[in-house]
């Protein structure tokens, strides 16, 4: 079975230090992967995807994301965390089944910036 | 501005009374999904649709419906079947695997759903 696990269900962090959100994965093939953003009760924004190519991958906001295939990986990092990055983070996978292709998400990681 | 609107963003539903959540789209995509968003739960796949007039089950469609008479258009009824069904309703859109651009999955607003 395809699936995402997000180890950790509250990452806390410092103003001004790194942070990292850690997102492992299991998919047959090649995996498409994602990371996305969600504020109280609003829907997800999207941050970064893998596709292909570099392992480092830049998104929105100085947030970037390292894909790693021999630990199937796909952490979320960011050099310097900011009170307004207080949010909850998804990580998902494309899967591509007989039908079509739908998006598998990891249970969501909730990160606080303090300050 | 292309993007997805849902509505409404609130809707209390009552006992054994169907409601219908509106998703409607204008970026041209084919593929659409409706997910549920449960505290601690992440994202569950209800329904998803590739194309027109076809679409398929996801992993907890029970109690709920759908249709796709347009593109641009997915709407989700929760009907009386669904015997827990206060949560957060999240629609997205895709473009297709294979066609180049943009890969990932757009969300809309949501739409919170309260039995009282």
């Known amino acids: 079975a395809q699936s995402v696990a997000q180890p950790e269900d509250q990452v806390n962090v410092a103003e001004g230090n790194p942070l990292t959100v850690k997102c492992t994965y299991s998919v047959s093939g090649n995996p498409y992967l994602f990371w996305y953003v969600q504020y109280p009760n609003r829907g997800l924004q999207f941050l970064l995807k893998?596709?292909?190519?570099?392992?480092l991958v830049k998104g929105s906001y100085g947030f970037e994301a390292e894909f790693n295939k021999s630990q199937t990986s796909f952490h979320l990092k960011k050099p310097s965390a900011l009170v307004s990055d207080s949010a909850l983070y998804f990580c998902a996978v494309r899967v591509l089944d007989n039908y079509g292709q739908n998006f598998v998400f990891g249970p969501g990681t909730r990160l606080s910036v303090l300050p | 501005d292309g993007g997805i609107t849902q509505s409404p963003k609130y809707l209390f539903r009552k006992e054994g009374q169907n409601v219908t959540l509106s998703c409607e789209q204008n970026l041209n995509h084919d593929a659409m999904y409706w997910y549920r968003q449960d505290p601690g739960q992440g994202l569950r796949l209800i329904y998803y649709s590739q194309i027109v007039n076809d679409f398929q089950k996801g992993d907890i469609a029970e109690g709920y419906s759908v249709s796709r008479e347009k593109k641009e258009s997915f709407p989700l009824t929760v009907t009386s079947a669904q015997k827990n069904p206060t949560a957060f309703y999240l629609c997205?859109?895709?473009?297709?695997?294979?066609?180049?651009?943009?890969?990932?999955?757009?969300f809309g607003q949501g739409t919170r759903l309260t039995v009282v």
């Open positions: 997205a859109s895709s473009s297709p695997p294979g066609k180049t651009g943009k890969t990932e999955a757009f």
């Open positions: 893998y596709i292909t190519g570099d392992n």
